[in-house]
C-alpha cells in the first residue's frame, strides 16, 4: 500500500527557498507529483517526476525556481523551491499515481495530508 507523508513547509519571505519533501513508501513504481491547492482554487500540478527518473513536468509559473527530484532508495521525493514569491502561498501535497498523464490531478490515486507553504513578508 502506497503512503505519502509531506513534510517541509513554513513561512518563508519573498525570494527565499523551502525544500519540499514527501516521503514515499510502496512508491517505487509510481509516479509522484507536488501538487498545490489555494483558498478558493483547484488543486494544481506543479511538478511531477515519473517512476524512473527520466520524465520530469513543471508548470510554467514555477519553471527555472522550482526542482524535483526523487531517491528511490530513500523513498524519498523532494520539491526544492527557489525565488520564492507570495502567488505560490498554498497548501503542497504530494500524489501518486500508477500511470498518470504527468500532473493530472484526477490521474494521481494516492495523497498525503499537505504542508502549507506562506509566502509574505
Known amino acids: 500500500q502506497v503512503q505519502l507523508v509531506e513534510s517541509g513547509g513554513g513561512l518563508v519571505q519573498p525570494g527565499g527557498s523551502l525544500r519540499l519533501s514527501c516521503a514515499a513508501s510502496?512508491?517505487?513504481?509510481?509516479?509522484i507529483g507536488w501538487f498545490r491547492q489555494a483558498p478558493g482554487k483547484e488543486r494544481e500540478g506543479v511538478s511531477c517526476?515519473?517512476?524512473?527518473?527520466?520524465?520530469?513536468f513543471y508548470v510554467d509559473s514555477v519553471k527555472g525556481r522550482f526542482t524535483i527530484s526523487r531517491d528511490n532508495s530513500k523513498n524519498l521525493v523532494y520539491l526544492q523551491m527557489n525565488s520564492l514569491k507570495p502567488e505560490d502561498t498554498a497548501v503542497y501535497y504530494c500524489?501518486?499515481?500508477?500511470?498518470?498523464?504527468?500532473?493530472?490531478?484526477?490521474?494521481?490515486?494516492?495523497w498525503g495530508q499537505g504542508t502549507q507553504v506562506t509566502v509574505s513578508s
Open positions: 517526476i515519473g517512476s524512473s527518473n527520466n520524465n520530469t
Open positions: 510502496g512508491a517505487d513504481y509510481y509516479a
Open positions: 500524489g501518486a499515481g500508477g500511470m498518470p498523464r504527468l500532473c493530472v490531478p484526477w490521474d494521481y490515486d494516492y
